[in-house]
Nanobody, 130 residues
Framework: QVQLVESGGGLVQAGGSLRLSCAAS????????MGWFRQAPGKEREFVAG?????????YYADSVKGRFTISRDNAKNTVYLQMNSLKPEDTAVYYC??????????????????????WGQGTQVTVSS
């Protein structure tokens, strides 16, 4: 079993930055793929970014955040991060961290699929004011 706890959310003005963290505990973290998703009120949960476990860290981003958000991981700390810059009001949502038990081959369609992920955190609220 893997437990995921997100932190770092909050209220920020448009154009500002936040860094989300997701701390993993339980079974081995380093060989898992990780992802960030978000869900705005009245909308479905959507993919934001995903990163594989390998040394080269293969990562993918949703088009809406590409160039503004950066996903990274620190396997020594069992933590994955989401650096969010140039935030926009439309980025307002609850952000969720997720983990894949055995990712196997890692590619965009797999990274963005909610069903790929085995474990989910409780989420952290990000609010961007205009």
């Amino acid at each position: 079993q893997v437990q995921l706890v997100e932190s770092g959310g909050g209220l920020v003005q448009a154009g500002g930055s936040l860094r989300l963290s997701c701390a993993a505990s339980g079974r081995t973290f380093s060989n898992r793929a990780m992802g960030w998703f978000r869900q705005a009120p009245g909308k479905e949960r959507e993919f934001v970014a995903g990163i594989n476990w390998d040394g080269g860290s293969t990562y993918y981003y949703a088009d809406s955040v590409k160039g503004r958000f950066t996903i990274s991981r620190d396997n020594a700390k069992n933590t994955v991060y989401l650096q969010m810059n140039s935030l926009k009001p439309e980025d307002t949502a609850v952000y969720y961290c997720a983990a894949v038990e055995s990712p196997g081959s890692w590619y965009y369609a797999k990274a963005r699929n909610l069903r790929t992920y085995d474990y989910w955190g409780q989420g952290t609220q990000v609010t961007v004011s205009s």
